[in-house]
């Protein structure tokens, strides 16, 4: 099984940017989108029927508010079930879970700390938090029925300092706070592990220059992409009970149309 998850920051301006293309190129098994900031209405029918004439089953979960958040997942296999939402995630459209045989899927939009001129929003950086922390305790319930877990998304925080290019100068931006890191790390703490780091410890970056390092998100201000100057804020994290199923983890920074890029996870289900 191959799982893509991507932040598109606007389906309908990513399908402008070659999202279509690299779906028919790439047929992941399912794929995870965040920031699709559309309801399914709003998306023109040519691009809903490209995508669905590749085969895919279609699952949307918008945000109250229109042209804001949204997570969309897309499926060659209709899944089990469908979750749409939780109860804490404010109407914004961040979590769709989907079933897809031994495996459960969360798709989910992280919310940001909001960075303002003053430092990090703190209406928006305590919802982070908590959100986290909540997001845990589901998918701890799941792991505890016997269920396998993949949580895909746009985490919305760098774990580490090799998982951005400037770490010092980002110790106060939201992002890479103290709490932030913090609250990810919980996770790890609970035995669920970031596929991609697992396959590329940090070990393996000592020597290397910071553009030389793999990111999954780069500002679209000065050029920050051409030269690497990212952060690795997008995870597929899983519970421990698929750790040895996992194939391959990759970052496709090649992959143009959004801010982000798609990162790529297999297993062998």
Known sequence: MRIVSWNVNGIRAAARKGFLGWLERSRPDVVCLQETKALPEQVPDDVLLAITSLGYHLDWHSAERKGYSGVATFSLEKPLFVTRGLGFERNEGRILVTEHGAVTVYNVYFPNGRQTPEGPDP??????????????????????????????????????????????????????????????????????????????????????QAHERDYSWWSYRAGARDRNVGWRIDYHVVDAGLVSRVKSALIHAEVMGSDHCPIELELDV
């Open 123 to 208: 209406d928006r950086l305590g919802f982070k938090m908590e959100f986290y922390a909540a997001l845990l305790e589901v998918v701890d319930e799941e792991r505890e029925q016997g269920k396998n877990v993949v949580v895909s998304g746009d985490w919305n925080t760098a774990h580490t300092e090799v998982d951005l290019a400037r770490p010092k100068q980002n110790e106060t931006v939201t992002g890479f706070l103290p709490e932030e890191r913090r609250a990810l790390q919980d996770w790890f703490d609970r035995g669920y592990v970031d596929t991609f780091r697992a396959l590329n410890p940090a070990s393996a970056y000592e020597g290397k």
